[in-house]
Structures are given as C-alpha cells and as structure tokens.
C-alpha cells in the first residue's frame, strides 16, 4: 500500500501524489522511506530525492530543508526543489559558472558576498549533475525552451 508523499519549496508544491518508497539526502546519509515507516524527522541536505511509485521513478533536486514522516504520510519542506525533468542544462552550468566566478570575487570566505555565491552555486551543482545523470538515461526527455 502506497504512501502519500507531498515536496513543498518555498513557492509552489512540487509533488502531490503516491509512493511506494522515497529515497532522500539526509545530512547523516541517504535515507529510504517505506510504507509503514516509523514517525520521524529528519534534516536534508543537498541532493536528489527519488520518488517510486510501482515501475515509475520520479527525480527532484533539494538544497536542503525537513522531511516528516508520519503514517502514511511523508512531508517534505525544501529550501529549493524542482523536478529533474524541468532543468535546463545549459542554464545550470551556465549559473554553476557565475557562481564560481562570484565566489572567487567575494572580498573573503568569511563575506555574506561568498556565502550567497556559495549557496547558488551548490544549487546549480546539484542541478547540473542531476540534469547529467537523467539525460544518461534513454527516457530523458529534456524540458521545452
């Protein structure tokens, strides 16, 4: 019996609908979640969550944020999350980029200048290598410009 799984970003709901495992970063490694899993709470890190539901397999990046798990119920609050289908590649090196370039301009490790860089260009990191590791796949279908 599947379990209803819900990934909430900041802005907009980003999945709504069953699972019948779902396999998350957590900042003490990577975790999955069954049917029937104890209640729990847990912080994310950045990463791919990964969302079965029979032979389907769904992708979504996070950069971080809390899963909750309660029964029959898995919640997910994410800093950022989008579907891997959604990514632009291009767009996400080309940001990966732009956020290297700006950390090394930041005055120091230490500035608010390097740390916003940082973040943006651990979010582009995540979406690079899961846009790379979907379009390995035959069914990578990239999304429409």
């Known amino acids: 019996m599947p379990v209803h799984c819900l990934i909430f970003s900041r802005y907009n709901v980003v999945y709504d609908g069953e699972a019948d495992s779902v396999t998350l970063p957590g900042i ?22 990964t969302v079965r539901l029979k032979s389907e397999t769904n992708e979504f990046t996070v950069t971080g944020g ?24 291009d767009r996400a090196e080309v940001a990966r980029k732009r956020a290297e370039e700006a950390m090394k301009r930041a005055p120091s490790k230490e500035s608010t200048e390097f740390l ?8 582009s990191t995540v979406r690079v290598k899961a846009a790379k590791k979907a379009k390995s796949r035959t069914n990578w279908i990239p999304k429409s410009k």
């Open 116 to 123: 916003k860089a940082y973040l943006l260009w651990q979010k």
């Open 28 to 49: 003490n490694g990577q975790l999955t979640v069954l049917p029937k899993h104890i209640p729990m709470y847990a912080k994310l890190r950045a990463g791919i969550i």
């Open 66 to 89: 809390f899963v909750q798990v309660l029964s029959g119920t898995i919640r997910i609050l994410a800093d950022s999350s989008e579907s891997v289908q959604e990514i632009d590649l």
